[in-house]
């Protein structure tokens, strides 16, 4: 079941985060030394905390039958009916069983609640399977970007959404 984190949820939200954004750090070689920026080692719950109550943020979670959180997403308000998705994540044990895919159709219908009629993401562009799942969702590969603090280029993506 898919629903919003309340600031209950912050703390575990945080720990499917790391742990999701961890098994990319592992498989690229990030580090806290050489990318201290990227998401597993930068989200915390004061970030969390922070995003839900200064900008326009919406949070969701994944829960299991128990009420365990296994994946999460965000989506930020942007204008130009626009928004951001950012950090969804699935708990790598839960992976493979298209609840990624459930929070992506999620995001959808709540990016269309929210008068959004596209959808903007950043990924990590070395990340050439992730790339691949956002296209085949139909996604658009816009264009890249190289920063200092990263050691990986930043890909981004964008869905038109029919509303």
Partial sequence: MIKEISKNDVSE??????SSFMTIAEQ???TIENAPRFTAFAATEERLLYQMDNEPRFMFGYFDSDGKI??????LMQDKGECELSNLCVLPEYRHKKIGHELLQDAYRQAKAHERNKINIG????????????????FVHI???????FPFTCGYM???LNC
């Fill in 123 to 138: 990924i990590v562009e070395e990340n050439t399977v992730l790339r691949k799942w956002y296209e085949n969702a139909g």
């Fill in 13 to 18: 939200c945080v720990k499917v985060i790391r």
């Fill in 70 to 75: 296994i994946g999460y997403y965000s989506l």
């Fill in 158 to 160: 964008v869905k038109e």
């Fill in 143 to 149: 264009g890249t970007e190289k920063f200092d603090f």
């Fill in 28 to 30: 690229f070689g990030f």
